[in-house]
């Protein structure tokens, strides 16, 4: 596999640095899937000029009160991740095993798997989890996510995760290069993939399955509004979709919020 060529940022300090050049690796093009209509994420991605000024939740909502809600990855990965001294020299291994000729047209992620069987787990006894994608559940992620993750320390939760995101446009290819970071909060780590914060000046809620059930006011057991967030809550404007709510009650702006580390 060809390793990429570094390029430097705003001012970005080394985690950004890393997930800024992952979010514009170049993950290919293929006739077959629609990128070539209207963009891949990584394409799209080049125009972006500093990934810390992009809003940390983007929102759509219709007329119906339907709503989509999605969590910048920039933002999202920057909160969590660390590049700390294992990891780097994990990263060093990683790139020199791709490198083997037996290995040179191995795909990323037939890579992943084997090195975590071959060199981390066999060579240095750390326990391994079984691999995931974000496709393949409900979360607020606004681009897809892959990898694995392993345990260094002997501890309930996995501290290192080996990290793919996804640039391309169909989700069965165009992954970018692996990476390899440590994650001190594990649980929260995967907890913001779900949770969101809502609130006017009179009524504030909360969801933890990707917005589509809220409990208002802390409650968990009042079905009135059937979970979904206040009736007086109201779309903004006519565009539609819009990008904001407003409380007819207050007559203050609806702020949503995840739940990020700063």
Same mark, same amino acid.
């Given at each position: 596999m060809t390793r990429q060529k570094q390029t430097l940022g705003p001012d970005y300090n080394e985690i950004e640095q890393a997930i800024a050049? &992952? !979010?514009?690796? $170049?993950?290919? &093009?293929?006739f077959l899937d629609s990128g070539g209509a209207y963009g891949r994420h990584w394409q799209r991605n080049q125009a972006i000029a500093d990934f810390r000024q992009l809003p940390?939740? =983007?929102?759509e909502i219709w007329d119906d009160r339907d709503f989509c809600i999605s969590l910048d990855v920039f933002h999202y990965l920057t909160s969590f991740l660390e590049l700390d001294g294992l990891a780097k020299d *994990?990263?060093?291994? %990683?790139?020199?095993? =791709?490198? *083997?000729? @037996?290995?040179?047209?191995?795909?990323?992620y037939e890579l992943m798997q084997t090195f975590a069987e071959?060199? !981390?787990?066999?060579?240095?006894?750390?326990?391994?989890e079984?691999? %995931?994608?974000?496709?393949?559940?409900? $979360? !607020? !992620?606004?681009?897809?996510l892959q990898g694995l993750t392993f345990h260094v320390a002997d501890i309930d939760y996995p501290d290192y995760i080996i990290l793919q995101i996804h640039g391309g446009c169909d989700v069965r290819g165009g992954y970018t290069k692996p990476r390899i970071f440590k994650v001190p909060e594990f649980d929260y780590f995967t907890i913001v993939q779900f949770d969101l914060y809502a609130s006017c000046k009179c009524t504030n809620c909360?969801? @933890?399955? =990707?917005?589509?059930h809220w409990y208002i006011d802390g409650s968990t057991a009042d079905k009135s509004h059937e979970y979904? %967030?206040?009736?007086?809550?109201?779309?903004?404007?006519?565009?539609?979709? =819009? $990008?904001?709510l407003k409380c007819t009650r207050c007559k203050s702006k609806v702020? %949503?919020?995840?739940c990020l580390v700063h």
């Amino acid at each position: 596999m060809t390793r990429q060529k570094q390029t430097l940022g705003p001012d970005y300090n080394e985690i950004e640095q890393a997930i800024a050049d &992952m !979010l514009k690796e $170049n993950t290919g &093009m293929h006739f077959l899937d629609s990128g070539g209509a209207y963009g891949r994420h990584w394409q799209r991605n080049q125009a972006i000029a500093d990934f810390r000024q992009l809003p940390e939740l =983007s929102i759509e909502i219709w007329d119906d009160r339907d709503f989509c809600i999605s969590l910048d990855v920039f933002h999202y990965l920057t909160s969590f991740l660390e590049l700390d001294g294992l990891a780097k020299d *994990l990263q060093k291994q %990683f790139d020199d095993y =791709s490198e *083997l000729p @037996d290995n040179k047209d191995k795909g990323w992620y037939e890579l992943m798997q084997t090195f975590a069987e071959d060199i !981390l787990r066999d060579q240095y006894g750390y326990r391994i989890e079984e691999s %995931f994608n974000t496709y393949n559940y409900e $979360n !607020l !992620l606004g681009q897809v996510l892959q990898g694995l993750t392993f345990h260094v320390a002997d501890i309930d939760y996995p501290d290192y995760i080996i990290l793919q995101i996804h640039g391309g446009c169909d989700v069965r290819g165009g992954y970018t290069k692996p990476r390899i970071f440590k994650v001190p909060e594990f649980d929260y780590f995967t907890i913001v993939q779900f949770d969101l914060y809502a609130s006017c000046k009179c009524t504030n809620c909360s969801s @933890d399955d =990707s917005g589509y059930h809220w409990y208002i006011d802390g409650s968990t057991a009042d079905k009135s509004h059937e979970y979904k %967030f206040p009736s007086y809550w109201i779309k903004s404007g006519t565009k539609n979709p =819009s $990008n904001s709510l407003k409380c007819t009650r207050c007559k203050s702006k609806v702020y %949503f919020t995840p739940c990020l580390v700063h």
